[in-house]
């Protein structure tokens, strides 16, 4: 498992959204720590929690912007949203059930973290080259 260092490539031009995405990988990393740190399954849990809630926060206020501002392409951007959080539910399931295993490791290393940066990079940008086109202000 690999901790994601935050790269100038991944902003989206949002300052709103890449100090969420920021923070998003924050999360993440710690719960690389808790499992590659092999912390009991309590901490692993609390992390993976805390995760899960910031996605869920996070989600929610692109599509909320993008709601706002008429974004055309909301629908299919939320889809692919709404397909990572039930990964994400998916993975909890796994982990509460078997506990940090290598394939659950493995799986969060392929699901989310390559997932996020590809999501970002090719998915999000495209909501920041909007905004700028249209000259939208979010804050
Ligand atoms: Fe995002
Ligand atoms: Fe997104």
Redesign the pocket.
């Known amino acids: 498992m690999e901790k994601i260092q935050w790269q100038n490539n991944l902003s989206?031009g949002i300052e709103l959204?890449d100090n969420?995405?920021r923070k998003?990988i924050s999360h993440y990393n710690d719960v690389v720590e808790s499992i590659t740190s092999q912390q009991n399954k309590t901490q692993v849990s609390k992390t993976l929690g805390f995760l899960i809630d910031y996605t869920a926060v996070?989600?929610s206020t692109?599509e909320k912007h993008m709601a706002a501002n008429s974004y055309p392409e909301l629908q299919e951007h939320k889809a692919k949203h709404d397909s990572l959080r039930a990964t994400l539910a998916n993975l909890v399931k796994e982990f509460e059930e078997e506990g940090a295993t290598t394939q659950l490791s493995e799986a969060i290393d392929t699901f989310l973290g390559h997932w996020l940066i590809r999501?970002?990079q090719e998915?999000?940008i495209k909501f920041g080259e909007f905004v700028k086109g249209k000259k939208i202000v979010i804050a």
């Open positions: 989206v959204i969420q995405h998003w996070h989600f692109e999501h970002i998915v999000d």
